[in-house]
């Protein structure tokens, strides 16, 4: 089964329209597709239309900015109602700070010399208030601060380099609990990235868990194999389902489109094992047999 639970359109940091994300799946053989964009699901009605067309099951999803120990940590929510009116107004709040970080980071830029970064930035960005630092990651590259945009983050917009601006983001627990309230099943978005020691990660895993978390991602783009078995053994050990995303962005830049990335180890429980959709293809695929 080809699912990818995890993408980025031009709503928020991705570069493919949301209709333009669905229809790379399409043609990459994706099956189950959700979109989820940071803290927007502005996009949502179109990659459900596009996804229509191209007959992929299309599910509603959000990738929510929350933070843990001074750190930025993503919690995936798929099969979100967007039309909740708590998830609608936590994502607006948390824009709103995205600008504000947007701002603090423009000044962080200027007193090391580089002008008007805020106005450059959103050249990049679809809406003024969904502005990340992946929008000026492509200034700077565009203006020759470095050689492309991952350059860029490694050179100014990392912890400890001189555009980097602490932010404080939704709380872990709260993030899960929107999704819950909103029809949605929580996914800690690629838990590899995170540079949290054993005890931390087992802390987060915790509060996740208890908050009504529902799944890890195990398999994503940013896991080698050993973080993938970890995970995949994190997950049991709490009680989580398993994902499994590309968290794509970028046609031009990642080795991976939308889609399937390879297959979750066979120790893991789905988070998609008792969705309709899934079952669907699973019998179509074993009467294919
Ligand atoms: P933000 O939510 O604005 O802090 O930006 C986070 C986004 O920046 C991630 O979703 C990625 O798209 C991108 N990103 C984070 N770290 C890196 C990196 N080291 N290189 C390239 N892109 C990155
Ligand atoms: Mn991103
Ligand atoms: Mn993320
Ligand atoms: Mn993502």
């Known amino acids: 089964m080809n699912i990818d639970l995890h993408c980025h359109s031009t709503v928020s940091d991705g570069t493919l329209a949301p ?44 990738e929510i900015s929350a933070g843990w120990r ?29 600008l504000r970080r947007a701002e603090r980071i423009a000044a962080a830029l200027e007193a090391v010399g580089i002008r008007d970064a805020l106005a450059g930035a959103q050249r990049f960005a ?16 565009e203006q020759g601060y470095a050689a492309d945009s991952h350059a860029v983050f490694q050179r100014y917009l990392v912890p400890g380099k001189l555009g980097y601006v602490a932010h404080e983001w939704a709380q872990v627990g709260d993030a899960v609990r929107w999704i819950r309230a909103a029809g949605g099943v929580p996914i800690l978005a690629h838990p590899g990235r995170y540079p949290f020691g054993t005890a931390v990660m087992h802390e987060l895993l915790q509060c996740f868990k208890q908050a009504g978390g529902a799944a890890l991602e195990v398999l994503t783009s940013a896991h080698d194999a050993g973080d993938v078995r970890r995970f995949a053994a994190l997950a ?7 994902s499994h995303g590309s968290d794509f962005h970028d046609p031009n830049h990642e080795p991976f489109g939308p889609g399937s990335i390879g297959a979750l180890p066979p120790e893991c ?4 094992h008792d969705w309709p ?11 294919a047999h």
Request: charged share 20%; glycine share 8%; proline share 2%.
């Open 277 to 287: 959709a899934a079952q669907r293809l699973a019998e179509h695929a074993a009467s």
């Open 70 to 98: 001074g750190q930025s940590v993503h919690i995936v929510g798929v099969h979100i109602d967007p039309a909740d009116a708590q998830l609608a107004r936590e994502l607006a709040s948390i824009r709103v700070g995205r």
């Open 19 to 62: 209709a333009e994300v669905v229809a790379l799946a399409a043609q990459r053989g994706v099956e189950i597709l959700a979109l989820t964009d940071h803290d927007d699901t502005a996009g949502l009605d179109a990659a459900r239309c596009a996804a229509v067309s191209a007959g992929i099951d299309f599910i509603a999803g959000v």
């Open 126 to 141: 679809q809406h003024a208030s969904l502005i990340g630092r992946a929008h000026f990651a492509r200034y700077l590259a």
């Open 236 to 242: 049991r050990e709490y009680g989580l389902l398993a």
């Open 269 to 272: 429980a789905p988070v998609w």
